[in-house]
């Protein structure tokens, strides 16, 4: 069983910056895909930012050069760093994992950002 615990959200300013965590139980982010979701109140969970397995990133356009997707292999940790916080990047974030043909998730983290 695969578990990933997201954390670093919290209620910023816009403008500010915050870094999202996801640290996996087991080993598994080296060599698989993995990628940073996000659900706003009322709209459908949505890709933010994902990482290749070789390493190939890809971000929303809505984020692209605000945000950036990381991994740290030794430490089975994924991270989303975010600057620049809108008031629209407000959501709960999800980290997920492609591995052995199975999709998983985080239980998420909230991001508020004020006006």
């Known amino acids: 069983q695969v578990q990933l615990v997201e954390s670093g959200g919290g209620l910023v300013q816009a403008g500010g910056s915050l870094r999202l965590s996801c640290v996996a139980s087991r080993s598994i982010f080296s060599g698989n895909a993995v990628g940073w979701f996000r659900q706003a109140p009322g709209q459908q969970r949505a890709l933010v930012a994902r990482?290749?397995?070789?390493?190939?990133?890809y971000y929303t356009d809505s984020v692209k050069g605000r945000f950036t997707i990381s991994r740290d292999n030794a430490q089975s940790t994924v991270y989303l760093q975010m600057d620049s916080l809108k008031p629209e990047d407000t959501a709960v974030y999800y980290c997920t994992v492609v591995y052995l043909g199975g999709n998983y998730w985080g239980q998420g983290t909230q991001v508020t950002v004020s006006s």
């Open positions: 990482m290749s397995s070789a390493g190939d990133t």
